[in-house]
């Protein structure tokens, strides 16, 4: 099966969100990977982790043969994601602390989660989605 990817902003979370859940189910692995958004001058991320990691997941997700649910939300600009009350720093559920990360979503809960130093990692990629 394909990769499946949908997007999220700050906004429109709450409702992509319930979707990317209710349809869980359907998923060998339902992922979330918190990203930093374009910057539109480059049409690059502002985040050089972001830039470093998302082509290896992209890739690493892509060569799967499992059914895979990528939900990639954007944090927002450098100014919005540095504010200590962003949304996804202060919710429980996902407690962020840096972009990018990139988290297994399983039984309605975080099970893993790679953050913004390691998420390049193919290894670790690999182990996530494997759910070790």
Aim: aromatic content about 8%.
């Amino acid at each position: 099966m394909p990769l499946k990817l949908v997007d999220a902003t700050v906004s429109s979370f709450d409702a992509v969100f319930d979707k990317f859940r209710s349809e869980a189910p359907n998923h060998n692995a339902n992922l979330i990977l918190f990203l930093a958004d374009k910057d539109p001058s480059t049409s690059l991320s502002w985040c050089p982790d972001c830039v470093r990691a998302e082509p290896v997941i992209y890739k690493k997700l892509e060569a799967s043969s499992d059914n895979i649910a990528l939900l990639q939300a954007y944090v927002g600009d450098r100014p919005t994601w540095r504010n200590p009350q962003h949304p996804w720093r202060v919710d429980p559920r996902f407690k962020l602390t840096g972009v990018p990360t990139l988290m297994l979503w399983e039984d309605d809960a975080v099970k893993g989660r790679l953050e913004d130093h390691e998420a390049h990692i193919e290894r670790k990629i690999d182990g996530l989605v494997a759910g070790k």
